[in-house]
């Protein structure tokens, strides 16, 4: 008995996952990753109209000072997303990625206790710095999970509805969260954000990445092919067998030449040439040599910051000049959606762009980038500039919105978002036309 059923276990185990298939598909793995930049959107957006409010009401602190912690919170924010994205765009290319994207809902349910709970401004910063490495984990880990699951012929199309989520998220969360607020009170916002984090716990927990789809799909091939192959090699056997007389001599292998040690000299002198950058972050170093994918960077940073100057500063600035509630807070939002849908038209196409020079990088510098690839490196990248982004905006915002006025900070930002315009126009899609010899030109794979 006990035989029987440790060999069901070990049968189980060994046993690929139900439903393999469309757990592992483009489809189920695209709309995870949706549904994981949607509650990011979601519990980022819900706590912009609130915290105008609940730092007075809940935290004690001074109307004059409600400026300085929204901004700041917003700064601690964009901080740990740039500076966790690097670590998990490392971790999530030489290992599994799906353990790092789950480890981002745990960070994020994190996030949202302490924003519950916490009543100091202390604990709501530690919030947001939870909320900052869930979000660095979610976009580099997550779209390398689509980079791997979709075509490259696909990919932009892709990356805009992976972002798009996102984009629902911000927009109709702060509506909902400022009327919620102002009716029902502010536990029962986070009622809501529970909610939204265990419905993604289920269509995370469902999704298998590709990498361990392929490896069960393997296994089950080379299971098939058991029979084929010990047939072949018994009659491999009895060959071998009968050709066992043949003359020593035959047998005997060539001595391999030896090693060529002015080229091994040479190698080691060159790699101790290259800078400490190079030597430690050999992947990174080639990457920011490509200016395509630099001011694709340079796009998200940009689109980025201006997002977040209007996160910081809006909710203050209607509360103060009209006195308006949250739910006032929150419905302002609804009258930028159209120009937000404009901007999520910016980000598909700078995505789509790095991973197509990722796709060139990788064919002149294999041997740098290794089995793993880049793309989850190269989102990083993409992710620490939307931390430095998000770090940057509500300083410039808050400040010049307290020492000036509405309108100059609005004209700041626009003399701010049209600096990047002409290299994202020269270099970034179709727009190129030097390219390095053998290099194929980026237009012609988009």
Not at 130 to 137: I, K, P, T
Not at 367 to 376: R, V
Request: proline share 5%; aromatic share 14%; hydrophobic share 45%.
């Amino acid at each position: 008995m006990g035989g029987s059923r440790t060999s069901f276990i070990r049968d189980w185990w060994h046993s690929p996952p139900a439903y393999l298939g469309i757990r592992s598909s483009k489809w189920t793995i695209g709309i995870t990753a949706f549904g994981a930049c949607f509650t990011d959107g979601f519990l980022y957006g819900s706590i912009v109209p609130v915290l105008p409010f609940s730092l007075v009401d809940r935290s004690g602190v001074s109307e004059d000072d409600v400026q300085f912690w929204l901004s700041l919170l917003l700064m601690v924010f964009g901080l740990f997303l740039g500076g966790g994205a690097p670590i998990a765009g490392w971790a999530a290319d030489r290992g599994s990625r799906s353990t790092p994207f789950l480890f981002g809902l745990v960070l994020a349910f994190g996030a949202t206790m302490l924003f519950c709970f916490g009543r100091r401004p202390w604990l709501l910063l530690l919030g947001r710095v939870f909320q900052g490495l869930s979000a660095s984990v979610i976009y580099t880990a997550g779209l390398a999970l689509v980079a791997d699951a979709v075509g490259a012929d696909e990919i932009g199309a892709w990356m805009g509805f992976v972002f798009s989520g996102n984009t629902l998220g911000l927009l109709f969360s702060p509506f909902l969260a400022g009327i919620i607020y102002d009716y029902l009170g502010y536990y029962a916002v986070f009622i809501v954000l529970f909610g939204v984090i265990a419905f993604d716990i289920a269509i995370r927990g469902f999704m298998i990445e590709k990498r361990t789809a392929d490896k069960w799909l393997e296994k089950e091939s080379s299971a098939n092919n058991n029979a084929a192959d010990e047939a072949t090699r018994q009659t491999d056997d009895v060959r071998s067998d009968q050709g066992s007389t043949v003359v020593e001599n035959e047998n005997t292998t060539p001595q391999a030449p030896p090693p060529d040690e002015t080229s091994s000299l040479l190698h080691s002198r060159s790699k101790r040439s290259k800078s400490w950058i190079a030597r430690t972050f050999p992947t990174t170093a080639v990457l920011v040599t490509s200016p395509r994918l630099l001011f694709a960077i340079y796009g998200c940073f940009t689109h980025t910051m201006l997002l977040a100057c209007i996160d910081s500063i809006l909710p203050l600035f209607v509360k103060r000049t009209f006195e308006w509630t949250s739910t006032g807070a929150g419905v302002i939002f609804l009258t930028i959606t159209c120009p937000s849908v404009g901007l999520n038209l910016i980000l598909p196409p700078l995505l789509a762009d790095l991973f197509y020079e990722v796709d060139i990088l990788t064919e002149i510098h294999s041997d740098t980038f290794g089995k793993g690839g880049a793309y989850a490196q190269a989102y990083s990248l993409m992710c620490a500039a939307l931390g430095a982004g998000t770090a940057f905006g509500p300083i410039w915002a808050g400040v010049f919105y307290q020492e000036t006025n509405w309108p100059i900070t609005m004209a700041t930002l626009a003399v701010l978002t049209s600096l990047p315009a002409v290299g994202v126009y020269r270099y970034t899609g179709g727009s190129v036309k030097e390219e390095k010899p053998g290099r194929p030109e980026p237009g012609g794979r988009a």
